[in-house]
């Protein structure tokens, strides 16, 4: 069996090529039950199995908000590949790193259906380990030209900007701008895109406070008492999901609305099963002005089809 580490993962996927990946995998399916929660003294622990007539995998994730108290990690994870005709161990792979990856990808996938062609501001609202892996997916699927960063602290989002000024035009090959800032309902108003990855279980972005042609992309929020919008965005926006499944039942910013009736399961449009196969559609060309609203909540197939493509490399 191959043990591939944290930095052989992320050596072994490019972000358009995994994207692509992503986009075949929720087009041709495959098994992928709800995945096992379980609520943990001070933590989760997750259980994300998939599986294929090639392959069968499982992704093992702890989540430890109070982690950073010791400096560490809030999430730690393994991933397992095992032939999916004998069951024979293919691979253990870094989980951690196999699942930054694939979510950033999956909400580049997302914009690339449902952001504006023009885009060229992105709002990055958290600063936490996704936070650098987001913005330089959504800066290679939109001509993003400026970026402004928002943390709870704001020591923590001038670092995060600074290492990204430095590194995100090397990734991308143009110029950037990256900046801190403080004022996140400004930022917001400004953005074309507004992607956001917290721990909150507060709204931090406002319907009040969008525009016509945002594209909002939220990443946090993975339990139904979190959310990172409140209900008014939801109501304005088109709203979409990576999976019916995980989302009507898990997130928080689509569960709370559909609680208190602001929106109907039917107000979620399309999930990336349906965006890839086809069945509907995203943002129109030329679209400058409906706002689209992207949740993600994550699913094993995306594990399964990113751990695949890192041990073809």
Known sequence: MRILSAEQVDAALDDLGLIVRLEAAFRAGGQVPLRHHHSLPGGTLLLMPAWTSRHLGVKLVTVFPDNAKRSLPSVFGQYVLLDGSTGQPLALLDGTTLTKRRTACASGLAARYLAPQVATRLLMIGTGALAPHLVRVHAKVRPIREVAIWGRRPEAAEALARSLSACLPVAIGRPVTVRAVTDRKAAVGEADIISCATLSKAPLIEGDWLREGQ???????????????????????????????????????????????????????????????????????????????????????????????????
């Not at 709203?239 to 997130?251: F, H, N, S």
């Open 215 to 313: 594209h909002i992309d939220l990443v946090g929020a993975y339990t139904p008492e979190m959310r990172e919008s409140d209900d008014r965005a939801v109501w304005r926006a088109r709203v979409y999901v990576d999976t019916r499944q995980g989302a009507l039942k898990e997130a928080g910013d689509i569960v709370q609305p559909l609680a208190n009736g602001t929106i109907d399961e039917d107000d979620v449009i399309a999930d990336l099963f349906d965006l890839a196969g086809g069945r509907q559609t995203g943002r129109i060309d030329g679209d400058v002005t409906s706002i689209t609203l992207f949740k993600s909540v994550g699913t094993a197939l995306e594990d399964l089809a990113a751990a695949e493509l890192a041990v073809e490399r």
